[in-house]
């Protein structure tokens, strides 16, 4: 073993063992050390203390030996990286081949982000700053994130162009992570709005006549303990992110305020406990674990406690929630809690935001409504323009900005339209952004965006998508999607009639995602299946484990059906093999007779395709 010897800081092989195998060739690490990185028997750097090949079991990488992709103090042989790449394109399309997952793949040729902007892989590109400033640094894509920030205004009907002297037009910007990002800075504006911090382009003078024009709320603010108070409500649905960013941005979720200073006076619960989320709806006879909209009633009676006690409200709505999804009925929401944001005094408040100026207020609102849209803010116009069309008998919720009461939207490129990495974009109103904690002379633009240095690609991709794909076009994926999900749905619940076993098939309105049973390990993972326990039906406190498939883009008929056939293998669910076991000893039960195959077939699929793959490994090195 290394240890590192305390006078000089350095790191040396004791007992001369450090003999782990390192990299391509496999040799000694400590044998490929260069001298400049050495003195004598002390290195500059530290040591493996075991060979990472040995320890990093989560990777998937079965059919890849990563000691190809170990990097080392040279750089690699040309065949070395040859070799590398070609393990990295063997492990990316086998799981292309079968992917079910939720983000859409880039294999839509009549795109083509390669052959157009690959050019662009070997330059600096980099959007830090508000985006409507070039900065000082030039090499930047603002002029397109500028277009794309448009074209999505357009659809999410916003005003545009983005214009300082408009407060009611829309700002955004292009994310470099995806949705988790955009969540994350909405609740950190909503939060700052709410607590009555200044606003970057200075307040509204004049309260806003769509959200009630002057109410008694013009001196909500004063001799109001909890007026700058928010409390975060979001429901059972909500993704991840969004109790992230709460924990980031120290926002404390109605819950947590409930038990702390409303103990045992829970509205909606029998015996008065707090639940962390606002609960979803519960199951009807075609959605046996809820269809995964937010319970309005409940959130109704929530909002309407907390508010009588003067705290403004910070809700997160969802379209296209991670798991099912569900798309919460934005519109009915506001038109639900509209009326008691104006019974106490929220709808449209005074703020005195700055206190070097008492004479001075705006006008806010008490409430800030996010969109979380990750999925579905992106498609869901398309489907109304379907609707409009006569093209499908059903739209979404409208979610967007013809409702007043919104304030910010998200959604992830590269789950819809599909960008090969993550991003997305964050949209609100020039009049409720927050003005930055400084003004960094140095970028030359103000720093409004939750990221510093930007990826100025994205914006490039994002372009280049709606360059390419007219709304017509863009009509006819989604309604391409909602066939094939309709599709996936329909042989799931076939399988399940076949098999003669509850596969719990579910599907939301609208959603691209159906549940079902969770099936084996290995076709989980060779489908790249997103999993989750979900409380049981009677939510007697027994769970489920359910997996969904995604029906984006890239899927089609022959993918679900070589998936659906994997399904009816006998391993496929292993609870049904258990209880097939089960059966087959009780004697003259139904199923004793059949023997152990329903399904006539007896290969173990998952091993065929491991079998396959490894062979194309072979034959590609
Ligand atoms: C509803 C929802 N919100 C937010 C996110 C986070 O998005 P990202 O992974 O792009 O950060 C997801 C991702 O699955 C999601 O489904």
Not at 438 to 453: H, L, N, Q, R
Request: glycine share 8%; hydrophobic share 35%.
């Amino acid at each position: 073993m290394c240890e590192i010897t305390s006078e000089e800081g350095m790191y040396k092989d004791v007992n001369n063992q450090n003999v782990v195998p390192y990299g391509p060739n496999r040799k000694g690490w400590q044998e490929q050390i260069p001298t400049l990185a050495k003195k004598g028997d002390k290195y500059f750097v530290s040591p493996p203390q075991a060979d990472p090949n040995d320890i990093y079991g989560g990777l998937k990488v079965e059919l890849l030996d990563s000691t190809d992709l170990q990097l080392l103090p040279r750089a690699l042989t040309e065949a070395e990286r040859k070799r590398a790449l070609l393990r990295v394109e063997t492990h990316e399309e086998l799981y292309a081949e079968t992917y079910l997952g939720q983000q859409n793949q880039s294999v839509f040729l009549d795109v083509d982000f390669q052959t157009h902007l690959s050019r662009y892989m070997n330059t600096l590109l980099n959007n830090i700053g508000d985006p409507f400033i070039s900065g000082s640094l030039g090499k930047n894509t603002k002029f397109a994130e500028c277009a794309v920030l448009d074209y999505y205004a357009s659809l999410w009907n916003a005003r545009w162009p983005s214009d300082p002297k408009d407060p009611d037009s829309h700002w955004g910007y292009v994310l470099s992570m995806g949705s988790t990002e955009g969540n994350l800075y909405s609740l950190l504006q909503g939060r700052d709005y709410l607590k009555g911090r200044p606003l970057h382009e200075g307040g509204q003078k004049v309260p806003d006549r769509e959200l009630g024009g002057e109410t008694a709320g013009a001196d909500h603010t004063i001799d109001n303990p909890n007026a700058f108070r928010p409390i975060a409500f979001f429901s059972e649905d909500r993704h991840y992110s969004i109790l992230k960013a709460l924990r980031a941005m120290e926002i404390p979720a109605y819950g947590d305020v409930g038990a702390a200073e409303y103990p045992g006076q829970c509205p909606i619960t029998e015996d008065g406990h707090w639940p962390l989320n606002v609960p979803s709806l519960g199951p009807d006879g075609a959605h046996p674990v809820g269809c995964g909209v937010v319970d309005i009633d409940k959130l109704e009676t929530l909002v309407e406690f907390f508010a009588a006690r003067g705290h403004p409200i910070l809700l997160v709505l969802t379209v296209g929630t991670t798991f099912k999804g569900a798309h919460d009925p934005v519109d009915d929401i506001g038109k639900r809690l509209m009326p008691i944001f104006r019974r106490h005094g929220l709808a449209q408040r005074r703020v005195w935001a700055d206190p070097a100026h008492p004479a001075h207020w705006d006008w806010r609102t008490g409430f800030w409504i996010h969109v979380d849209g990750a999925l579905g803010a992106a498609y869901l116009p398309f489907l109304e323009m379907a609707y409009h069309a006569g093209e499908t008998a059903q739209r979404g919720p409208v979610f967007d900005f013809r409702l007043p009461y919104i304030h910010s939207l998200v959604m992830s490129g590269h789950k819809w339209p599909g960008t090969p990495w993550p991003t997305g974009i964050y949209m609100t109103k020039r009049k409720y952004l927050i003005k930055p904690p400084e003004d960094p002379d140095y970028i030359g633009a103000p720093d409004t965006t939750f990221a510093g240095s930007r990826n100025g690609l994205s914006p490039l991709l994002l372009w280049w998508y709606a360059a390419v794909m007219s709304y017509d076009a863009q009509v006819e994926r989604i309604l391409h999607c909602q066939r094939i999900a309709e599709y996936a749905e329909r042989r799931l619940r076939e399988l399940s009639d076949v098999l003669q076993f509850d596969l719990w098939v579910q599907r939301s309105p609208l959603s691209l995602s159906i549940l079902f049973r969770k099936p084996n390990d290995a076709i989980t993972s060779t489908y790249s299946l997103s999993t989750q326990y979900v409380p049981s039906p009677d939510r007697r406190g027994e769970w489920r484990n359910y997996a969904h498939i995604y029906c984006m883009g890239s899927v089609d008929e022959q993918l679900i059906d070589r998936f659906v056939e994997e399904l009816s293998e006998p391993e496929a669910f292993p609870e049904m093999a258990a209880e097939e076991m089960e059966l087959k000893h009780t004697p003259g039960s139904e199923r004793s007779r059949h023997g152990n195959d329903r399904c006539g077939r007896t290969e173990d699929s998952v091993c065929a395709r491991q079998r396959g793959g490894d062979k194309a490994v072979n034959n590609l090195l």
